[in-house]
DNA sequence: CCAAAATGCAAGTGTTCACTTGCATTTATT
DNA sequence: AATAAATGCAAGTGAACACTTGCATTTTGG
């Protein structure tokens, strides 16, 4: 990858965060990024282009393997932790709000795949793990399938709602969620 | 509210969800109106307002108020549920794609606070529930906004999630979600 | 039936946008 | 130093878009 595409998809990534896709015009790619507009269209087809480039690049796209959820001590408190904290420390709130950029219908053909590998991979990484918990019976007889939704749902949403509505929603800190969310799972609210 | 407007709302409202509120054009919505392309103007200043007269309809504003979760037995795990049934009877996967072009930036600003407002009512309902819950002694000594955030992140990530990538992701129905998690978080998982 | 309001129709305006072209200049490679 | 590749510059193209105007026609309400 060449200094001056880097340039372009920086700029282009910038824009999308503050003003969406369509509101990134290529006359501002080029300002912010210090080039000129027509180089742009001798180093991409065409704008989507841009955009697609973007997110192949590890700094565009959370880096959510399976190998993201490895290091697993085999206790369900710290184990639960971990997925839920590696997960937010990849996708960050800068990326969400990308992301929603990234929804644009004109390129979300091409980057949903994309976007939706990744609570696809937490998923799957997380269902494993239960099943493998339940089978050592370290847990009690669960539907894993159903309970790794939950905790997907709850990561992805905190994570969500924060990156769109800051602190004039939630009045919590990351770890003190995590940690009160784990808890609940775990041990439950009941008497 | 005359016809004509609500032909023209409705043929926006349609159109963003197809393609976004930037890739409504004016002529597009005439069409799909069956009207002429300047009665739009002679009706809404711009286009801008269309969506915004659109959302205070009850119809693209799902009706969520303290009075959604009123139907409280006092017992938490149909409560629970209650409260997440409810949210998703309203928050349909329609109005969360609507709501996903809605945050196009050129009229985010307007259509944000009416966005954030549905999961804000829903937190400050559960909060106040939990804390009564507690003090009826019903149920642990919780910290009552950490768990609703975590209901509330619960409920809304699957919703999301459902509504963006369908059965792709989750192969799970609504309902077995809802009673799933409920268990979890009301039992807990561990032994 | 009549007047007023609403809508259609057709044409147009000015702007913005993605994308192009031809040529001059700079930068990198050998 | 010579050559080739990358970039700048300036101007432009054609299409699409939000929005306008003037006038004819239809619909509505009293």
Redesign the pocket.
């Known amino acids: 990858m060449?200094?001056?595409s880097k340039k372009i998809i920086d700029a282009m990534m910038e824009i999308i965060l503050e003003r969406g896709y369509t509101g990134?015009?290529?006359?501002d790619i080029a300002e912010r990024a210090?080039?000129?507009?027509?180089?742009i269209?001798?180093?991409f087809k065409?704008?989507k282009e841009i955009v697609i480039a973007g997110m192949e690049l590890p700094q565009y796209h959370p880096n959510i393997t399976a190998e993201t959820f490895a290091d697993i001590k085999w206790d369900i408190e710290s184990d639960l932790k971990m997925f839920m904290e590696n997960y937010m420390k990849e996708v960050t709130p800068q990326f969400v709000r990308l992301s929603i950029g990234l929804r644009s219908p004109q390129i979300y053909q091409q980057t949903a795949p994309l976007i939706m590998d990744i609570p696809q991979t937490f998923l799957h990484a997380l269902t494993d793990y239960l099943c493998e918990m339940k089978n050592k019976g370290k847990i009690r007889d669960i539907d894993c399938d159903a309970v790794a939704s939950t905790v997907l749902s709850a990561t992805f949403g905190f994570t969500f709602l924060s990156a769109s509505f800051g602190n004039d929603l939630f009045d919590l800190e990351r770890v003190k969620y995590i940690d009160s969310t784990v808890k609940s799972i775990i041990g439950g609210i009941a008497l």
């Open positions: 060449d200094k001056t990134a015009t290529t006359k210090g080039i000129n507009e027509c180089t269209f001798r180093k065409e704008k």
